[in-house]
């Protein structure tokens, strides 16, 4: 596989800071952004590298960058005179590839596994497979809708709708793209989330969606550059690779995050409870991963679809979105062990291993996300929750909101009892249950 770097942007708002320096020139540490780029693709063996940039910006990137052979790749110039946006710069080099290629944004600091998303990309047989992930500034990011296999649904860019809640699920900034996306990229500027892939998604190819928590973020103001710069720093670029194991906190919902509402099975009755932003903003902070796992029966029971749980869980997401928390994923169990309810979906009705106290969300989310078990914790309002830490060996906090263990289903122990999900967290994060 061949790269591309998407490298002509203007800038304006870095102006101030760059002073003249093209984005992907500015430094992260002892290197520029793109170096950064550069060493991941030939950490992957990808020694081939086209970089669409400004025909003003080409002496620099020259200069700093030469042909490549300091870093042990080839790199090869395309010089934009007019600006061609994301798209039309790329779109006669897919042309001349005729062959799979990473695409990367040029302002965006990456570190991620190259052979996992390139084997996702081949698995799917997929025209594009876009790199996305939780975004904390979801208001002013283009989302993505996409269907439990990862098969893109829609494309949700800003400005959106008034009142519409989108899971928050962000465009990254990374793509794997097969040579026949040139075929939907037609002569002069155009963007990839906003012209090419809606086009290509309505003309029914395949795209997909692959979900990363590892680190992408892009630089395009000072106040993001700056923060890629202190995670840098601090090593949290490093760790988010997904060969690192993280720890998580695993949230219950209803009760622990959100105002416990029996059933909860209309998108107007979420509503999250005080210091529950709060909470998973901390857990954010502190490289962890933010993890709900949730029983969710009112599917089986045929008060709602998958599909309206989905807009319950894109509520929550926005929700926590705009308070600047991230939720790195949510996982549901949509069964009921007991029949006799009226309109109910038979092959919903069965015991499983998913349905909390049932472990499967929790080994499941630890797969996915390569989430480190012995060092995570547990957060829910019931002893469903605490026998289920048991079972998994994970410490377990109760919150006094919800059930507050009422339920009284299980004859187990806490770890620690506290008032809310923000207390919770403190104490997990404290380390004081290791």
């Known amino acids: 596989m061949k790269a591309i770097v998407i490298a002509g942007g203007e800038g304006r708002r870095m102006e101030a800071l760059a002073r003249g320096t093209p ?64 798209a039309g710069g790329a779109a006669p080099i897919l042309r001349d590839l005729g062959d799979d290629a990473l695409v990367l944004y040029g302002d965006v600091m990456v570190n991620m596994d190259l052979g996992r ?26 989302l993505v809708e996409i269907a439990a ?14 009142g519409l809640d989108c899971r928050n699920i962000g465009n990254a900034g990374a793509y794997v793209l097969s040579s026949g996306v040139a075929g939907h990229i037609p002569a002069g500027p155009n963007d990839f989330i906003r012209d090419v892939f809606p086009r290509a998604l309505a003309a029914g190819a395949p795209l997909f ?28 670029i490093r760790e988010r690779h997904q060969d690192v194991a993280l720890p998580a906190v695993f949230l219950d919902r209803d009760g622990t995050l959100c105002e416990l509402v029996p059933l909860l099975h209309r998108v107007e009755e ?21 993890v709900v796992v949730t029983n969710q029966p009112v599917v089986a029971r045929a008060l709602c679809t998958p599909g309206d749980v989905e807009r319950i869980h894109a509520r929550l997401e926005m929700l926590l979105g705009r308070q600047g928390a991230v939720l790195d994923a949510v996982y549901y169990c949509p069964h009921h062990p007991d029949a006799g309810y009226e309109g109910e979906v038979a092959d919903l009705k069965t015991a499983c291993e998913c349905r909390k106290p049932g472990g499967a969300l929790i080994r499941r ?35 006094q909101t919800g059930h507050a263990g009422a339920d009284a289903q299980f004859a187990v122990q806490p770890n620690a009892v506290r ?8 104490w997990a994060l404290s380390g004081a249950g290791r």
């Open 270 to 290: 979420m509503r999250l409870l005080d210091g529950a932003a709060e909470a998973v903003r901390r857990v954010n902070a502190a490289n962890w991963l933010a």
């Open 117 to 142: 998303l390139a084997a996702f990309h081949a698995s799917r047989q997929a025209l594009a497979t876009l790199v996305v992930h939780p975004t904390d500034h979801p208001l002013d990011s283009d």
């Open 23 to 86: 984005k992907p020139l500015l430094a992260v540490g002892e290197r520029a952004i793109i170096e950064h780029q550069i060493a991941l693709c030939r950490r992957y063996d990808i020694r081939e590298i086209h970089l669409t940039v400004r025909h003003t910006d080409l002496p620099a990137f020259r200069e700093r960058l030469g042909a490549g052979e300091a870093f042990g790749v080839t790199l090869e110039y395309r010089a934009e005179r007019e600006p061609l946006g994301t």
């Open 419 to 426: 008032p809310d999900v923000a207390a919770a967290v403190d």
């Open 209 to 236: 969606g692959y979900a990363a928590r590892e680190y992408l973020k892009d630089t395009g103001t000072p106040e993001r550059l700056a923060a890629v710069r202190a995670d840098h720093a601090s090593g949290r």
């Open 365 to 399: 989310a630890a797969r996915d996300l390569h989430i480190d078990l012995a060092r995570s914790v547990l957060i829910g309002d019931t002893t469903v929750d605490l026998e289920t830490a048991r079972r998994l060996g994970l410490a377990a906090v109760l919150v």
């Open 149 to 162: 296999d990862g098969r893109i649904r829609a494309f949700r860019p800003t400005p959106r709708p008034a």
